[in-house]
């Protein structure tokens, strides 16, 4: 079993409507996670983290969490072009006040169409 | 520096040849990352630093493979008897001790012939 698993897509949702992003993750040991986006070509980067069970919202992402079912999810609401890329969840594996080992899934390719 | 900053962004190197990838983290953060990543896959977790030590060398693929960090800052990528499975680009990246937050360097792309 992989330790963080996504769907690798691709996923085409029409411009303007709401993406849904989903991941799972092995370890219930595991305390925060990530979703970074990365276009064609280029590094990934940072959009959302989360630390606690439920939902946190930064403008049109909402990144829910459940440990309970080792669950994690990225809502994209008002789908745009420019949101086509790929998504990678992330999720540190240890936890505490340490830097520590962070474990990617293997991406879920997005693409918005007009 | 302003960001996480890595050389040479690509290299060509023949089967058999040893080589030196490197990174320079943003000033400040502790943590380090090294990551992998194939044409078309994700990010395969190689290494990662928390000052110079390595708590977790548990994904370097094979004893070719060895990490370093020097003065909590630079860090080296050594391949040693590249291989055409090594083939892929070598993603770095830093954060600041807990927060989790990467953030990456434009990586070094190694093409093994």
């Known amino acids: 079993q992989k330790e963080v698993e996504q769907n690798s897509g691709p996923l085409s949702v029409p411009e303007g409507a709401i993406a849904s992003l989903n991941c799972t993750y092995s370890d219930r040991g595991s305390q925060s996670f990530f979703w970074y986006r990365q276009y064609s070509g280029k590094s990934p980067e940072l959009i959302m983290f989360?630390?606690?069970?439920g939902d946190k919202e930064d403008g049109r992402f909402t990144a829910q969490l459940n440990k309970a079912s080792q669950y994690v999810s990225l809502l994209i609401r008002d789908s745009q072009p420019s949101d086509s890329a790929t998504y990678l969840c992330?999720?540190?594996?240890?936890?505490?006040?340490?830097?520590?080992?962070?474990?990617f899934g293997s991406g879920t390719r997005l693409s918005i169409r007009p | 520096g302003a960001g996480v900053s890595q050389s040479p962004s690509n290299k060509v190197t023949e089967k058999g040849k040893d080589v030196e990838l490197r990174c320079d983290p943003i000033?400040?953060?502790?943590?380090l990352y090294w990551y992998r990543q194939s044409l078309g896959q994700g990010l395969e977790f190689l290494i990662y630093?928390?000052?110079?030590?390595?708590?977790?060398k548990s994904g370097l693929p094979s004893d070719r493979f060895s990490a370093e960090r020097t003065g909590g800052s630079v860090s080296t990528l050594t391949i040693q008897r590249t291989q055409q499975e090594d083939s892929a680009v070598y993603l770095c990246a830093s954060s600041q001790e807990n927060t989790g937050e990467l953030f990456f360097g434009e990586g070094s792309r190694l093409t093994v012939l």
């Open positions: 992330a999720v540190n594996m240890y936890g505490g006040s340490s830097a520590s080992k962070i474990i």
């Open positions: 630093f928390q000052g110079n030590s390595a708590p977790d």
């Open positions: 989360i630390y606690s069970n």
């Open positions: 000033s400040g953060h502790t943590a």
